[in-house]
Every structure is written in structure tokens, then in C-alpha cells.
């Protein structure tokens, strides 16, 4: 059975960093693409950024420069690195891993950024 489990989300101020993490199980997820997406209240979920097996890396253009992801195969963990938080940036984060068939998601973790 396959779970993803996310960490790190909580409550920052505006300018501040937080590290997101999520652990999947229940197969090999090396040649799986690992992302993060996220959703604000009364919008529609939006890609963060992903990243390949290989480690090519996509972001979204509203984190470019802010946002770092990575991956550890050896884990089967993607990690989301968030520096100068802006209020923006408050909403769920969810961790997803995909393959053709396959598309799986975590049950999201909060992210708030307020003073």
C-alpha cells in the first residue's frame, strides 16, 4: 500500500524559512516524479515545483528563486525548502508522486505565513 507522509508545515512570519518533507512507502519511487502543490482557500491547487528521477528541477514562477526542491532516492523523500515566506504563500502543501499509471497524493500539510 502506498502512503505519503508529509512534515514541517506550521506558522512563520513573513521573511522566514521552513523545510517540508514527505516519506513514501510501499514501492520504489526512483523513477517517480516527486512534486509539491499547493491550495489557498477558494483557489485552485497549483503546482510548486517537481523534480525527475535525474534531478531537473521545474518551479512555479511565483517561488523561483525562493523555493528549493529536492529528492533522496535512498528515502524515497522529496523535500521542499521555502525561504522569505511572503503571506502569498499560505496555503495546503501537498507532497504528490507520479508515473504513468500512477498518481499519488499526501494528505497535505498547512502552511501559514503571517506576523
Known sequence: QVQ?????????????????????????????????????????????????????????????????ISRDNAKNTVYLQMNSLKPEDTAVYYCNVRKIPYNYWGQGTQVTVSS
Do not use: H
Open 4 to 68: 505519503l507522509v508529509e512534515s514541517g508545515g506550521g506558522l512563520v512570519q513573513p521573511g522566514g524559512s521552513l523545510r517540508l518533507s514527505c516519506a513514501a512507502s510501499g514501492r520504489d519511487f526512483s523513477f517517480y516524479v516527486m512534486g509539491w502543490y499547493r491550495q489557498a482557500p477558494g483557489k485552485q491547487r497549483e503546482l510548486v515545483a517537481n523534480i525527475i528521477s535525474g534531478g531537473s528541477t521545474n518551479y512555479a514562477a511565483s517561488v523561483r528563486g525562493r523555493f528549493t
